[in-house]
C-alpha cells in the first residue's frame, strides 16, 4: 500500500513530534550517520522555532496509520545563518553565491525515511513534495559526504553537488535542487573519480 503524503505549514506539525522522532532514530542512529539519540532530541526541541520560520514547509508519508518518512525546509533568511553547518556551506561558495544562490530559497532541513520503505521512492516523493513551492525553482541542501548512499540519491534525481566537501573533515557538501537556475554555474565534477 503507497504511502499519503500531508503537508504541514506551520505548527500543526508539532502533533506528529513522538513520531517524527522515531523515524529520525531508525535513520540516522545506524551508519553511516552513527548519531546519538541526543541528535534526535535536538532535532524535536528545534521543531517548534521551525514551524515558524518564514516559508516552514513539512511534508509526513504515513503507510496504515503509521508514520514512514518526513522531509522538512523553510525559506533560507538574508543574511545567511551562521549556525549549525551554514559556515561550511558558506565558506565553499563564497559571499556572492552564498547570498545569490541560498539566500531566500528553499533550504531542506531534514530528510528521513524508515527502513522498511527505503528503494520505494518514497524518499524522492518526499523530496519532491517538500520543494514544489520552492521560489524561482530555488532549493538547496547541506548533507555529509559519508554516506555514498545519500549523495547517489541527491544526484540520481538531479541535484547537483555545488562544493567540495568541507575542510574541517565533516564531510559537508551544498546540494542544488533539479531546478535551481544556478546548477549550470556549479563548477563540476566534484566528486571523487569512481565515485557513485
Known amino acids: 500500500m503507497p504511502?499519503?503524503?500531508?503537508?504541514?505549514?506551520?505548527?500543526?506539525?508539532l502533533a506528529h513530534t513522538d513520531a517524527l522522532r522515531s523515524v529520525y532514530v531508525e535513520a540516522f542512529c545506524p551508519?553511516?550517520?552513527n548519531e546519538d539519540e541526543e541528535r534526535a532530541d535536538?532535532?524535536?526541541?528545534?521543531?517548534?522555532?521551525?514551524?515558524?520560520?518564514?516559508?516552514?514547509?513539512?511534508?509526513?508519508?504515513?503507510q496504515d496509520g503509521e508514520t514512514v518518512g518526513f522531509a522538512t525546509a523553510w525559506t533560507t533568511p538574508d543574511p545567511f545563518p551562521t549556525d549549525r553547518c551554514h559556515p561550511q556551506a558558506a565558506a565553499g561558495l563564497g559571499p556572492e553565491r552564498t547570498a545569490s544562490w541560498l539566500c531566500g530559497a528553499c533550504e531542506i532541513d531534514e530528510l528521513a525515511v524508515r527502513?522498511?520503505?527505503?528503494?520505494?521512492g518514497l524518499a524522492a516523493g518526499l523530496l519532491d513534495a517538500v520543494t514544489a513551492d520552492a521560489p524561482e525553482g530555488r532549493s538547496w541542501l547541506l548533507t555529509s559526504v559519508k554516506s555514498s548512499r545519500a549523495t547517489a540519491f541527491y544526484r540520481r534525481h538531479g541535484w547537483i553537488q555545488a562544493t567540495h566537501?568541507?575542510?574541517?573533515?565533516k564531510g559537508?557538501?551544498?546540494f542544488l535542487g533539479p531546478r535551481h537556475p544556478a546548477r549550470a554555474?556549479?563548477?563540476?565534477?566534484l566528486r571523487p573519480p569512481g565515485a557513485p
Open 3 to 13: 504511502a499519503d503524503l500531508h503537508v504541514f505549514r506551520g505548527t500543526g506539525l
Open 31 to 33: 551508519p553511516p550517520w
Open 42 to 62: 535536538e532535532f524535536v526541541g528545534r521543531l517548534p522555532a521551525n514551524t515558524r520560520r518564514p516559508g516552514f514547509t513539512a511534508v509526513t508519508a504515513v
Open 115 to 120: 527502513t522498511a520503505v527505503r528503494g520505494t
Open 165 to 169: 566537501p568541507s575542510p574541517e573533515g
Open 172 to 174: 559537508i557538501a551544498v
Open 185 to 189: 554555474l556549479a563548477a563540476q565534477p
